[in-house]
């Protein structure tokens, strides 16, 4: 039986009171669902990943995390707050937003200890994912030493070593070189067959099938417009050409230069 973990009912928010960032939202997320944010620049896809994670609180509308009110009040409960802080996990598209330690070290282990894991326990989990991550050669530099993929590697390294059943990611592939890139698609993939629920924020149609099964697609509106599966979705050029998704390509040919959309496989 299927767990709604989030349930968003006509949520508005703007910043300042007067820059609309997201309209009539209405979402449902369940356990256990690969889910993508999809949408171009502009329309909204990291302020609803805020918002699921609790930094900031819809103007008007609500949200319920796990059919509880999610709003200041419900922080004011420290147990709900360390507790909600334990089952959900973001990573910001920035990792430099993320990382403020002396050390990749500090970083990583910041969460756990703030939320009262034993020692023990960190450091079992800590050796996991510096194998994992293969980030061993550099856990005691500075994360200002590090390139953009082994920040990344470190600003994720810090969400799951929470151990969170949900996981939200911000334009996770971006900056990243490809090998790096295919570990982090591993890495989601693992972490979703274990049963966890992912919710990924990108405009990369390239990666969109590899990040998700189901997507939701938000408009210059800033309000959902799309919710479908991904092979649905991907195959209605449509829809992703009225929404600024649709890649154009240029290439030389005959001594000139053409121009075309590019098509997506769905599968």
């Known amino acids: 039986m299927s767990k709604t973990i989030f349930e968003l009912e006509n949520l508005s928010y703007s910043y300042l009171n007067k820059f609309p960032a997201l309209v009539n939202i209405n979402l449902k997320i369940e356990s256990g669902e690969k889910v993508a944010l999809l949408g171009a620049n502009g329309t909204g896809k990291s302020t609803l990943l805020h918002i699921l994670d609790a930094l900031v ?26 507790e909600f802080r334990r089952r959900v996990g973001l990573v910001f598209q920035s990792p430099d937003v993320q990382l403020f330690c002396p050390t990749v070290k500090e970083d990583i282990v910041f969460g756990p200890l703030q939320l009262g894991v034993t020692q023990n326990e960190i450091k079992k989990r800590m050796d996991r994912l510096i194998e994992i991550l293969n980030i061993r050669d550099f856990i005691n530099r500075q994360p200002h030493q590090l390139s953009v993929g082994e920040k990344k590697k470190v600003s994720i390294a810090s969400v799951l070593i929470i151990e969170p059943e949900v996981l939200l990611l911000d334009e996770p592939t971006a900056g990243l070189d490809p090998a790096t890139c295919r570990q982090l698609l591993d890495l989601i993939d693992d972490f979703h067959a274990q049963g966890k629920t992912v919710i990924t924020a990108t405009h990369d149609l390239h990666m969109v099938p590899e990040l998700a099964e189901g997507l939701r697609i938000l408009n210059k509106e800033r309000t959902i417009t799309a919710d479908g599966s991904c092979q649905e979705i991907l195959a209605n ?31």
């Not at 154009?248 to 769905?266: A, E, L």
């Open 57 to 82: 609180f819809p103007d008007t509308g609500r949200i319920r995390f796990f059919g509880r009110d999610l709003n200041e009040n419900a922080f004011n409960d420290e147990k709900f707050s360390r």
């Open 237 to 267: 050029q449509d829809l992703l050409k009225q929404n600024n998704l649709v890649h154009i390509h240029k290439h030389r040919h005959d001594g000139s230069w053409h121009k075309h959309p590019h098509q997506h496989s769905p599968t």
